[in-house]
């Protein structure tokens, strides 16, 4: 079983509207969280990371986490065409010097002019 | 913006033969990484460093080696490539005060 699930799976929002993309994680280790924003061809590239409850803000983008359900979830608004993509959640435990990710499936983000 | 570089960018291996994937950073970042990325599975592990010299297994190891050579090179090889190794493959480096993975650009490898 994934240790992260995303949904949905795929997502359609018009510009100028609103995305939400969601994340859990099923270990409860797994509590801190990255998203990532991949476009096609190219690598994928970090947007924010957060790990403490709440939200936190960076531009148009909004994470908003709840440790309690291992819950994260991001929130686009004014979606832009640049904002399609493939979007990642990643998750994370603090062990040793090194952070592995693990990563969630994906969510398929399209933006329609 | 941190610098992960990877070559080559395309690959086209025979089965049974030897692949070299290679990867460079200039950030100075301790942990680099390899992983595969594959419809259906996402990003998957496959080998991480800590440091020059250093090489851990990660999640998918089977059938690939890594070396780090030095701070700035990681490469991923495949001694006997299988035509299950087709894939895209990423490498990264972590640092910053978050330890925030950069990505490279990738490397599509297709085995015959």
């Known amino acids: 079983q994934q240790k992260v699930q995303q949904s949905p799976e795929s997502l359609s929002v018009p510009e100028g509207g609103m995305a939400s993309l969601n994340c859990t994680s099923s270990?409860?280790?797994?509590?801190y969280f990255w998203w990532y924003r991949q476009h096609s061809g190219e690598g994928p590239k970090a947007l924010m990371?957060?790990?403490?409850?709440g939200d936190k803000k960076e531009g148009r983008f909004t994470a908003h986490l709840n440790k309690a359900s291992l819950h994260v979830s991001l929130h686009i608004r004014d979606s832009q065409p640049s904002d399609s993509a493939l979007y990642f959640c990643?998750?994370?435990?603090?062990?040793?010097?090194?952070?592995?990710?693990?990563f969630g499936l994906g969510t398929t983000l399209q933006v329609q002019p | 913006e941190a610098a992960v570089t990877q070559s080559p960018r395309n690959k086209v291996a025979v089965t049974g033969g030897k692949v070299t994937l290679s990867c460079n950073q200039t950030?100075?970042?301790?942990?680099m990484y390899w992983y595969r990325q594959d419809t259906g599975h996402g990003l998957r592990l496959i080998h991480y460093?800590?440091?020059?010299?250093?090489?851990e297994k990660g999640d998918i190891p089977d059938g690939y080696k890594a070396s780090r050579p030095s701070q700035e090179n990681f490469s991923l090889i495949l001694e006997l490539a299988t035509p299950s190794q087709t894939s895209v493959y990423f490498c990264?480096?972590?640092?910053?005060?978050?330890?925030?993975?950069?990505f490279g650009p990738g490397t599509r490898l297709l085995v015959l």
């Open positions: 460093s800590y440091g020059a010299g250093s090489t």
């Open positions: 990371s957060i790990f403490s409850d």
């Open positions: 990264a480096s972590a640092g910053g005060a978050q330890d925030t993975q950069y």
């Open positions: 270990d409860r280790n797994f509590q």
């Open positions: 990643a998750a994370s435990p603090i062990t040793g010097n090194t952070r592995k990710l693990i």
């Open positions: 950030n100075n970042h301790n942990n």
